[in-house]
């Protein structure tokens, strides 16, 4: 059964810091690639950013040099590290994983990030 469980969400002053974690389970991790996405009210869904598994990431614009997404195969974790957050930032998050040789996507159930004073 696969799953993929987010955590780390909540609610946090605007400059501030939050980390989310993924654990995922129930597929090779390793062979995935991994992703944030998020989808504030009102508005559709957007890629935050991308882990590949050949050791290379990607960012949405709206958050280089302040996101930073890792992942730990060992663990069959990614992280996403949210430093400098703006109100913008308020979303639910989402973990994504992405075979790319089979087109598989999985999703988790996502979490709530608000930065707000």
């Known amino acids: 059964q696969v799953q993929l469980v987010e955590s780390g969400g909540g609610l946090v002053q605007p400059g501030g810091s939050l980390t989310l974690s993924c654990a995922a389970s129930?597929?090779?991790?390793?062979?995935?690639?991994m992703s944030w996405y998020r989808q504030a009210p009102g508005k559709q869904r957007e890629l935050v950013a991308t882990?590949?598994?050949?050791?290379?990431?990607n960012y949405a614009d709206s958050v280089k040099g302040r996101f930073t997404i890792s992942r730990d195969n060992a663990k069959n974790t990614v992280y996403l590290q949210m430093n400098s957050l703006k109100s913008e930032d308020t979303a639910v998050y989402y973990c994504?994983?992405?075979?790319?040789?089979?087109?598989?996507?999985?999703w988790g159930q996502g979490t709530q990030v608000t930065v707000s004073s």
């Open positions: 882990d590949t598994n050949i050791g290379t990431t």
């Open positions: 129930g597929f090779s991790f390793s062979a995935y690639f």
């Open positions: 994504n994983a992405y075979n790319v040789r089979t087109t598989t996507h999985y």
